[in-house]
């Protein structure tokens, strides 16, 4: 794998966790490193450079997301942040009717939730059945304002079509969110195509950044809908003008942004975002794939192993989810990262998610521990 080097875990650690929290790339700790040395040599005195490499990673992630400019980039702590400030910023009236799925992470539904207080009615849809994304749309009522939904469940693993869904909600003129932590670094998005209103994703996952800073798209001709909340020096629109007593807020999604920047974790995701925009999201994804079509292909072999994620293509991408039959899941996913397999316990099952370098070799050390695990647990 031509990037390995990039990876230098840990001897002996099978790390299949990239839908929890990613390792860094060795660039991102070198990124890190040199910003910590700056700022204990020189301080903030190089601040200039500094926004340098944010705006480096703004257009980083405009072109992750092929948006049109990155005035559309805002960027916050987390997901959870900017679809609060979405679900706070549109102006509900009672008897609206948000749609999702009912098997979303808690990030994108308890926000939802929340509206309840202001008479919004939240519809959680079951995915299950050959078209997901009908079971979706045969929800929409009049009364819809919103559909929100995970790009890629984090439990199940299944991929939705999202040209499907955004097409009909701009047909239907249905505000369209898409929560792509599962998904943006490891499939293509293009939130022209998929006409999204919204799209957030944390940077911890498939982005290889760390925790603490999120990406929230939003479409230019929206941005002025959305009611503000938090208020700062930074939102405004002449933000270095400290003295003005007149001011509005900026007319790009920096209105999203009230405050100093998280410049440390601005440095390591700019820098891990290198590398993935280095590789391409399009090599990215076909290794991805490979190794799920090949994680699943083992799994399948194992009589007391049931895959947990749909097994049509369509629908994969990087999480894999199975249930080992007569096997107490927690005592396995303890085995399991004691024999660090590194994993997670999800949706009833364990969940692997490898990422574009590793190896096919990792998986089948993965298997073979796996297999150790189940029969010391059995
Ligand atoms: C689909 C999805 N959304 C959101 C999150 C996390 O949100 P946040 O960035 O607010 O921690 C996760 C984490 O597992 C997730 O899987």
């Known amino acids: 794998m031509p990037y390995q080097h990039e990876f230098p875990q840990k001897d002996g650690l099978v790390y299949l966790n990239h839908a929890a929290v ?34 480096q990673l703004r257009e980083r992630l405009k072109t992750l997301l092929n948006a049109s400019s990155s005035d559309e980039i805002a960027l916050q702590k987390n997901t959870s ?7 706070y910023g549109i102006d509900w009236q009672a008897g609206d009717e948000i749609i999702i799925s ?23 849809i079951n995915l299950e059945g050959p078209e997901p994304e009908q079971n979706l749309l045969n929800a929409i009522t009049g009364k819809t304002r919103l559909l929100a939904i995970s790009s890629v469940q984090y439990a ?14 701009k047909q239907q003129n249905i505000l369209f969110c898409v929560d792509a932590i599962q998904s943006l670094g490891v499939l293509p998005m293009d939130v022209d195509a998929i006409n999204a ?20 798209y939003c479409r230019h001709t929206r941005q002025e809908q959305l009611k503000l909340h938090q208020y700062g020096w930074h939102m405004l629109a002449d933000a270095g003008n400290y003295t003005t007593k007149t001011w509005r807020s900026a007319e790009n999604a920096r209105r999203f942004e009230c405050g100093s920047p998280n410049m440390l974790a601005a440095h390591a995701l700019n820098a891990s975002l290198g590398l993935l925009l280095e590789v391409g999201v399009d090599v990215i994804e076909g290794r991805v794939r490979q190794l799920s079509h090949y994680l699943r292909k083992q799994l399948q072999q194992e009589p007391d192993i049931k895959l947990l994620s749909p097994q049509a293509d369509r629908f994969t991408a990087g999480i894999t989810t199975f249930h080992v039959e007569g096997v107490n899941q927690q005592a396995l996913y303890q085995a399991l990262m004691k024999a660090e397999v590194i994993c997670a316990n999800r949706g009833g099952g364990i ?3 490898p990422h574009f370098y590793q190896t096919e070799a990792l998986l089948d050390e993965a298997l073979v521990r796996l297999r150790h695990c189940i029969k010391a647990c059995g």
């Open 22 to 55: 990613a390792p860094w790339p060795q660039r991102s700790y070198a990124a890190i490193e040199a910003f910590s040395r700056e700022n204990v040599t020189f301080g903030a005195t190089h601040y200039p450079q500094w926004m340098k490499t944010e705006q």
């Open 81 to 87: 942040e900017a679809l609060s400030v979405i679900a």
């Open 102 to 124: 009912d098997e979303e992470f808690p990030s994108n539904r308890i926000v939802w939730e929340s509206l309840a207080q202001y008479g919004v009615k939240l519809l959680q």
């Open 156 to 169: 199940s693993g299944i991929a939705l079509d999202l040209s499907r869904l955004g097409a009909a909600c």
């Open 197 to 216: 209103d919204f799209v957030v994703a944390d940077g911890h996952k498939w982005l290889l950044g760390p925790e603490g800073l999120a990406v929230f």
């Open 351 to 353: 969940r692997f998610s």
